[in-house]
Each structure stands twice: as structure tokens, then as C-alpha cells.
């Protein structure tokens, strides 16, 4: 101790001992204080990268320009509006340098072309972390309360969806994610509300299930519940993983619940005659197109189809014969709101199609569950599992209400604080992960945890994070003039005899009008414009194929005349478009000079003949539509108006404007309408 | 604060020098990550891609299509048992990046590309008998311009200019009486300036004296479309677009 105490004070003897020497040595200590700042910044780790980046640019050809335009010290980006205020570019110091798209890695590579200017933007807008921060931990990683590190890219086009909520044309993955959204059924359960205050509308269509043993057995109700995907693999019902008593209660449950429905039950009026063409079932489902809608699995694993309706492959499993006659029948009968139109099969028609349909049975589904009688306690805990569960979210089951609010509200969970999320052990500390591992695996997450596994693939899941990821706090925050709003579906309905046709033959499942409906065949908000009466009448009689590269075709409803009539006479009255005069005709000039002039515009000045076929035997165009009957087709005033401007009939249409004179139009529209004939290919007089 | 730039390179200039910089960065593998796990049962002589190369992604995504590779003897049967290890540039990433091959001789990886757009030299490697034998893999991945590019070209342009034909999109490349080009031909289409590009976009084929089947694009896309139209050609162009001559000289 005492060497100590002796030491120290020798030591101040000799710093402080005179008054002279005492000032000397605080002015030291003191320039030394006032050095610290400067260090600080000089030793920075942003103006380690500056220096850098001068360095970099010293040896370019460019290095005059691109030196005169570096500024040293810390740059910001500052949007109070848009709450951004990012200090990126002081280290990301070549993002609006063209010449430096040469520069193999970040921080000095030149930004890609995207639509936005980074000085209107910002940065962390679109790629999350910290725009403040000067170093680059904080920036990129740091996870401290209310703060969030980058966002890998491979979400990149969630920054897009904030706001942007239409379907861009460059963010095909933020799309898919979206439809994902309503389309597997996750907004029955979470509530998500866009920042214009509209909610997210499911568009899938679950099944009720309040006449389900109707429709199919105990033991196949089972099975499914099992492994939904191993009755049909494309199906969005999720796996539950119940245990086998569990499900087998479940059953118990809906087949005690389910009410019969009145024709469901009846006995086959017609029974398959032994002779039979064997051929007849499959080239029924063939011509009745049912294929556009339902998929089937073919020999080699694939699955062809749509996916509108229900796979196929299995069936037979599942529905009962005296059902299915009764469902194709009129579908809507069991189910008001189905997508499936009726068809108007007659009663052989209907035999041959569930003879057809039976048969496609997989001996090996379902052949080991023999499910004993259920007693009352069993159904009572099958009614409680489904109550747990939350079924009747999605599905229609007598005697359990529609739960509300059954899963947490998923309107900002982009900017769900990660302070609030527990991880699994190993997981990386960010939101992206966490989605698609709670996507991936639910009940990794904990036995409690009642999401269901669905079945999805990996680029499937990435999408579904990306919607997700859109869904954050800035996305409500921004200014309405910087907010592109989703175009929403009208609830158009046409009214009166013709609109209940239009429903039973469910139109709109495939058909757009007025703003609402599908988009797997064209648009007829304006049909009654643009075709004839006749032509009208005799296609929806037997409707034949416009486009002979399309796979998907319109299916032919057996209509009866009368109703054929009342159709076509509604489509031609009410769909007209206010743009093209129905008195519109092409003369001057309709005479033979004028049609010889038309053709050779087609053939030569404006080549039509690359994506239409006018005649058959030499012309191949095979993108658009065939033209060889066009003229007992559509109006005069249909072709004329199309031709000098398609996007404007059809917004989004491939045909390009060609910007055609209006002399030129009128000849080609002579032309065209010269060419008239019974239909396209294949069509019988 | 931000300074506009006022040296202009085209896009497709900024491709071409990327790929440059990307082949260069290729050569700089990283060290492989140490797979105690796997262990090479047999050794092979030689490798060959099976599927899964010369893909088109988008940038940070995982690619559509596994890579496979197969490992060869000297008879040119295959291997089963060996250990193949996946390389790339900075920001590559191979799930897993270590493979010992199946019974069929196949090593098969997920690759995801990195976050900068272009095109993508990867390397196979497998220990052979003595000194390691190596692989090399093409892929490409687009930015968003480019993207754009190739969407555009999906709903516009590939019904003719991709002689590829599918069930879901028949291809009319066989119907036409001149042939159109595909958008990799580099061959030809390196040779042509993005003005000439623009302007055959724009006006139709009769503006460069050539095929009136190709129609003006001119009023129904947008400028920003050609050019991302124009961008996507450049990325996907085989061999690949190079823009003649130096931009800037050194000093």
C-alpha cells in the first residue's frame, strides 16, 4: 500500500508540482479532449468507405465528373411525409452513378433501373432496416426493440405492395402471394383490412358441409381429414395432423349434423345399359369441357385441368352416384352459390357422366379404415374439436356458428415489433423467417397452435411472405396521393329471367361483366356491340372454337331454344358499349374496289396474316382469333372501332394499334366483313 | 443532397459491363463450407450437367429448377457415392451446398442467385482420382427492369419470337413465312443498336426494311416498356451482348 500511495504522489509532484507545469499539462489534456470528436469521425466506418469509394473512382475514365459530384461528410435523404429519413447513400455512395453498374459489389454498384427516383423514396421503403444508422451493423442488422434488420431480396417486391395495392405488372410474386391470400382461405380466419378500409375477401369456395352424408361416406370424410392431399393433391384444404380418434369423432360429428336434401337420395332413374359405348363418358367430360374447370391426375404424376372446380382423379372414393346424378342435374340445388354451371344434361347424359365419373376409383384409398358406430360421447367431442379448430370458418355446418375473429388480425403483421415474436431455437431474428416457418411448420411453434399445415411449395410460401411483408404499419401511414388503390369487384347482377339463366349457367365463373368475374374467357361488357344476332344464337347453341391454339373452351349448355333466345336477345340489348355507334357503316365506297383494297392491306402493308387466319388452306396465324367467317361474326362498327383502337375495347389486349387511318380502317372493316361464312373451324352448317 | 447523374451509359451497356464484373468475381471462389457429415464413398473422373443450367431467374430468388449434375468414370458410366461441392460468386446460394451423388450418379442442389443481376458463372467440383475435377454452370438472373422485359415479352413477343411450343402457349414461330428471331440469338441481335431495337419495336419491321408479320409496337407500349423489353434481350442474348468498344478510356 505504501509504495502505492508513494508512487502516486511523485507522480502528481511531477505533473502538477508548479503552476507552470500544472497549465501545461491540462492544455494538453484538454486539446486531447477536444481531438476526440474529429478522431471519431475520422476513424468512422462511413468515412472509411468514402475514402474508399475515392479510391475506387480515382483510376476511371469518368473519375473527373464522378469526383465532382462526391460529396464528402454524411448525406441524407429526408421525406417527412413519408416518414423517411435515410443516411444509406453516405456509404451506398455510386446508386445514381451509371458508369459504376461495372462495380461488382455493394456499397459502390450503381442501383438497377427500378420506376421510382431513390431521392423520392428513399431506401429502406422498399429494403427495411435502419435508414438513421451510420454504420453498417445497425443499418443491416440490428434487432433491437422496434427496430428491424433488411429485408432479404428474395421479398423485395413486398416493399412494392405497400403501396401498391393493384397487381403490378413486375411483381408476379406479390401477386401470386396476394391471390394466395384470399385464394387458399387464410382471410376466413385472420382479418385483413387495406389501408383504404376495405377487408380481404376470400374467393375460394368451401363446401358446406349440412348435407354432407349426402354426398359421400363416414369412413371417406375420415380419410380426408387425415391427408387431404392424398385424395387430391392440388386441394387447398389444410392438413390438421389429427390423431386417428380425433378425426374419426370429427366424422362422427358432420355425418351426424348433415341433413338430407331432397333429391340428393333418389335412385338412378336411368341405369347404365350393358352395351354401353365405353367411349361415350369419356368424350362427354371431353365436350362438356369439364376440364377447363377440374383437374385430373394423370399417369405420369401430373395434374391437368383447372383448378376452378375440385380434382377428379379420385371421385369415385368420395361421391356417391345418387348424389352426383343430382348434382349434375342442377348443382345449385344443393349448392345456391356454386361456380358450376348447369349444364342441362338429359338422363342418359347424366347416367353416362356418373358411370364415367365412379369409375375413377382408387381401390387402394381408404381401404383400411372401418370406422365403428360413434357413441354420443364421441360425437360430443367431435362437435368440441370442430368448435376448437374453427371448420365452420370456412366451411357451413349445422349446429356451430361462424367463429369471428378466429385467427390474430394480420392487417400490419409486416410491422409486428420483433420484441413481441417468439423464435424457435437457431431461427434468424426476422420477420420473413418467422412467416415462413409458421407457414411452413405451424406446429413447430407449439402444440397450442391451431394453423393447420398447408401445402404449399417453397417458392409458393415465399410468395405468401412477400404479401404478408406488404401488410405494414407504413402502408396505413402514407399519403393518400402516393396510394394506388386495387381495382374491387363490382357486385353487378343482371336482373329479371336472363339474369337467372346468366347464374345458373354461372357465367361469371368464367366470363367478365361490368366489372365483375372471372378472367378465364373474354370480357363481354360489351358483347352486344360487337357480334350478330345470329352468329350469337347459333354459338351458344353449339358453341365452336374462335381460337384454335386454346386449350380451355366454352362448354355447350344444352340450352332450349326459347332460352337461347332470351339470351341472346339480352346480351344484344343491355351489353353495348356507349363508344361505338350501332348505325355505323363502312362506305363510302362498300363495293368490290374497296374489298380487293382491304385484302391487300391485310396481306401485305399490315401483315395480319401472322396471327390470323383468313383463309384456311394458306393462311397459319394462329395467335389471334380466325377471321374466316368474321364477317357474319361481328358488327362493321365492332371491326372498324377495334381496328383503329383495340385497347381501348379491350384494355390489356396483345392485337397492337397500328394507328390505321381511318381510310385504311374502313377498307380493312369492307374486307372483313366481305368474308362471311358459317362459323370458324369445324362448325356445321 | 442526391446528385443526378449526368454521364449516361445504356442498360444494356451496364449488362454487358456487370457480366464482365461477374465473370471476373467468379474467379474468386470462396472457401467451402466444411461438410464433416459427408463423406465421398467413390470417385469419379468427370462431370456432367444434367439439367438445370442456362435458367433464367429473377435476382435474390431461388431458381425455378433444381441444378444436377452427374459424376462419371472413365467409361462414362456414372458414380454413385461421390462428393460434389457447389461454388459461386459472392451472394450465390446452394441448398445444400455439398452433395454426395444418388445411385443414379446425380448430385442435385436448389441455387439461389444473388441480389445483383447478371449473369451467373457457378462451378461444380467433385474430387476425382488424383486432382479435382470442376464444372462450369451458366445461369442468369434479372433485375427488375429486366424482369418487366421478360414479362412483357411473355405476353407480347414470345408467341412468335420463341419457337418453344407448350400446351398452355402454342408457338406460332413455325407459321410464319420469315423467320422471326429469338430473343437469345445474340448472334444476330448483338449486332443490333438500341436504337435499331427501339425503332423496329416502335414502327414494325418496315422501319428497318424488314418483315412487314412483325407489326409497330409504337402505340400500345410505353417507352419504359421497349426499354425494359430491350434490357431483358440484352440480358438473355447468347453469346453474350457486349457493347462494342470501350465506353470510357482509361487512363
Redesign the interface.
Known amino acids: 500500500m505504501q509504495p502505492i500511495k508513494k508512487y502516486l504522489s511523485s507522480a502528481w509532484q511531477a505533473l502538477f508540482g508548479d503552476p507552470v507545469r500544472a497549465f501545461g499539462i491540462v492544455s494538453l489534456i484538454l486539446l486531447l479532449a477536444l481531438a476526440i470528436a474529429p478522431a471519431k469521425e475520422h476513424f468512422s466506418q462511413w468515412h472509411s468507405y468514402q475514402r474508399k469509394y475515392l479510391a475506387l473512382i480515382h483510376?476511371?475514365?469518368?473519375?473527373v465528373?464522378?469526383r465532382r459530384?462526391f460529396?464528402p461528410g454524411i448525406?441524407?435523404?429526408w421525406l417527412p411525409e413519408l416518414g423517411v429519413v435515410d443516411r444509406c447513400?453516405t456509404c451506398h455512395l455510386g446508386l445514381?452513378?451509371?458508369?459504376l453498374?461495372?462495380?461488382?459489389?455493394q456499397p459502390f454498384?450503381?442501383h438497377?433501373?427500378?420506376?421510382h427516383p431513390?431521392?423520392g423514396f428513399g431506401c429502406v421503403i422498399c429494403h427495411g432496416g435502419q435508414g438513421q444508422a451510420t454504420t453498417v451493423a445497425e443499418a443491416h442488422h440490428s434487432e433491437r426493440a422496434g427496430e428491424d434488420p433488411i429485408l432479404?431480396?428474395?421479398y423485395?417486391e413486398s416493399g412494392c405492395g405497400q403501396c401498391h395495392q393493384n397487381a403490378l405488372?413486375?411483381t408476379?410474386?406479390l401477386n401470386l402471394g396476394r391471390t394466395m391470400l384470399t385464394r387458399y382461405g387464410c382471410v376466413h380466419c385472420h382479418a385483413i383490412t387495406r389501408p383504404d378500409g376495405s377487408k380481404l375477401l376470400a374467393t375460394d369456395h368451401p363446401p358446406s358441409l349440412a348435407h354432407i352424408a349426402d354426398k359421400t361416406t363416414r369412413d371417406w370424410i375420415y380419410s380426408w381429414l387425415k391427408d387431404p392431399q392424398a385424395f387430391s393433391a392440388s386441394t387447398t384444404m389444410p392438413n390438421y395432423k389429427l390423431s386417428d380418434a380425433d378425426a374419426s369423432d370429427i366424422s362422427a360429428f358432420l355425418v351426424s349434423t348433415s341433413t338430407t336434401h331432397a333429391g340428393d337420395t333418389a335412385a338412378l332413374e336411368t341405369k347404365p345399359a350393358a352395351n354401353a359405348d365405353p367411349s361415350a363418358g369419356p368424350s362427354l367430360y371431353g365436350e362438356s369441357f369439364c376440364a377447363s374447370c377440374h383437374a385430373v391426375q394423370n399417369a405420369a404424376g401430373n395434374i391437368v385441368g383447372g383448378d376452378l372446380g375440385p380434382e377428379l382423379t379420385r371421385i369415385g372414393n368420395k361421391a356417391k352416384p345418387e348424389w352426383l346424378a343430382a348434382w349434375l342435374e342442377n348443382p345449385r340445388t344443393y349448392d345456391a352459390t356454386t361456380p358450376m354451371p348447369q349444364y342441362r344434361f338429359t338422363p342418359q347424359q347424366i347416367t353416362t357422366l356418373v358411370a364415367f365419373l365412379e369409375a375413377k376409383t382408387d381401390s387402394d384409398y381408404g381401404s383400411g379404415v372401418h370406422l365403428d358406430a360413434a357413441s354420443p360421447q364421441q360425437i360430443a367431442h367431435g362437435r368440441k374439436l370442430i368448435v376448437e379448430l374453427g371448420c365452420a370458418a370456412c366451411h357451413e355446418i349445422n349446429g356451430v356458428q361462424k367463429p369471428e375473429n378466429f385467427a390474430p388480425e394480420l392487417s400490419t403483421i409486416g410491422s409486428k415489433p420483433l420484441t413481441q415474436i417468439v423464435f424457435l431455437p437457431g431461427m434468424e431474428h426476422t420477420m420473413s423467417s418467422y412467416i415462413v416457418a409458421k407457414i411452413h411448420e405451424p406446429h413447430a411453434f407449439g402444440p397450442s397452435v391451431k394453423m393447420p399445415q398447408f401445402a404449399l411449395t417453397?417458392?409458393q410460401t415465399?410468395a405468401l411472405t412477400t404479401a404478408l411483408l406488404a401488410l405494414t404499419n407504413r402502408s396505413h401511414a402514407i399519403p393518400d396521393s402516393l396510394r394506388v388503390a386495387a381495382t374491387p369487384e363490382t357486385n353487378y347482377r343482371p336482373a329479371g329471367h336472363a339474369g337467372k339463366l346468366v347464374n345458373d349457367l354461372a357465367c361469371f365463373s368464367c366470363h367478365r361483366f361490368n366489372g365483375r368475374g372471372g378472367d378465364m374467357a373474354p370480357d363481354l361488357s360489351w358483347e352486344g356491340s360487337s357480334v350478330q344476332s345470329q352468329w350469337l344464337t347459333s354459338f351458344l347453341h353449339n358453341p365452336n372454337t374462335l381460337r384454335p391454339?386454346l386449350?380451355r373452351r366454352m362448354p355447350r349448355f344444352n340450352l332450349s331454344d326459347s332460352d337461347n333466345k332470351e339470351l341472346t336477345d339480352y346480351i344484344l340489348t343491355v351489353y353495348q358499349s356507349p363508344s361505338i355507334d350501332p348505325d355505323f357503316t363502312v362506305t363510302p365506297g362498300n363495293d368490290a374496289a374497296t374489298v380487293e383494297h382491304g385484302r391487300q392491306l391485310f396481306y401485305?402493308?399490315?401483315?395480319c396474316?401472322?396471327?390470323h387466319i383468313v383463309d384456311t388452306k394458306t393462311d397459319?396465324?394462329?395467335?389471334g382469333p380466325t377471321l374466316a367467317a368474321v364477317g357474319s361474326r361481328l358488327t362493321p362498327a365492332w371491326v372498324y372501332a377495334w381496328l383503329r383502337d383495340p385497347?381501348a375495347l379491350r384494355p390489356g389486349t396483345?392485337e397492337?394499334?397500328?394507328?390505321l387511318s381511318d381510310e385504311d380502317a374502313r377498307a380493312l372493316t369492307s374486307f372483313l366483313m366481305s368474308l362471311k361464312g358459317s362459323g370458324g373451324r369445324g362448325a356445321k352448317p | 443532397?442526391?446528385?443526378?447523374?449526368?454521364?449516361?451509359?445504356t442498360?444494356p451497356a451496364?449488362?454487358a459491363?456487370?457480366f464482365?464484373?461477374?465473370v471476373?468475381?467468379a474467379g474468386c471462389k470462396r472457401a467451402a463450407p466444411a461438410n464433416p457429415g459427408l463423406k465421398a464413398t467413390a470417385q469419379g473422373s468427370a462431370l456432367v450437367e444434367s439439367s438445370g443450367g442456362h435458367q433464367v431467374g429473377?435476382?435474390?430468388?431461388?431458381l425455378?429448377d433444381p441444378l444436377v449434375v452427374q459424376v462419371n468414370d472413365d467409361q462414362g458410366t456414372a458414380v454413385p457415392g461421390a462428393l460434389v461441392e457447389f461454388h459461386g460468386p459472392?451472394g450465390v446460394s446452394f441448398d445444400p451446398a455439398a452433395v454426395v451423388t444418388d445411385p443414379s450418379g446425380q448430385a442435385t442442389t436448389s441455387v439461389?442467385l444473388g441480389?445483383?443481376?447478371g449473369r451467373y458463372q457457378l462451378s461444380a467440383v467433385t474430387l476425382g482420382k488424383g486432382k479435382p475435377v470442376s464444372l462450369s454452370i451458366v445461369e442468369t438472373s434479372l433485375?427488375?427492369?429486366q424482369?418487366?422485359g421478360s414479362?412483357?415479352a411473355d405476353?407480347?413477343c414470345n408467341?412468335?419470337h420463341d419457337p418453344e411450343s407448350s400446351?398452355?402457349?402454342?408457338s406460332?414461330y413455325?407459321?410464319?413465312e420469315v423467320k422471326p428471331h429469338p430473343f437469345t440469338d445474340g448472334g444476330t441481335l448483338n449486332k443490333m443498336s438500341d436504337a435499331d431495337l427501339t425503332s423496329i419495336i416502335l414502327h414494325?419491321g418496315p422501319a428497318l426494311n424488314r418483315?412487314?408479320?412483325?407489326?409497330?409496337?409504337?402505340?400500345?407500349l410505353s417507352a419504359?416498356d421497349i426499354?425494359a423489353l430491350i434490357?431483358y434481350t440484352r440480358a438473355v442474348s447468347d453469346p453474350p451482348f457486349q457493347l462494342p468498344g470501350t465506353?470510357?478510356?482509361?487512363?
Open positions: 483510376d476511371r475514365g469518368d473519375a465528373s464522378l459530384r460529396v448525406h441524407q435523404i447513400t445514381n452513378e451509371s458508369s453498374s461495372d462495380v461488382g459489389q454498384r450503381k438497377p433501373v427500378v420506376p431513390l431521392d432479404p431480396m428474395r423485395i405488372l413486375g408476379p410474386q417453397a417458392s415465399d391454339s386449350i401485305s402493308k399490315y401483315a396474316q401472322a396471327c397459319k396465324g394462329y395467335i385497347q396483345t397492337p394499334n397500328q394507328n | 443532397m442526391m446528385t443526378k447523374s449526368t454521364a449516361r451509359i442498360i451496364s449488362a459491363i456487370a464482365i464484373a461477374l471476373l468475381l429473377a435476382t435474390g430468388t431461388p425455378k459472392s439461389t441480389a445483383i443481376a433485375g427488375y427492369q424482369r418487366v414479362i412483357l405476353k407480347y408467341r412468335c400446351p398452355q402457349r402454342v406460332n413455325d407459321n410464319l414494325g418483315s412487314a408479320l412483325m407489326p409497330p409496337y409504337g402505340n400500345t419504359s426499354k434490357a465506353v470510357y478510356e482509361h487512363k
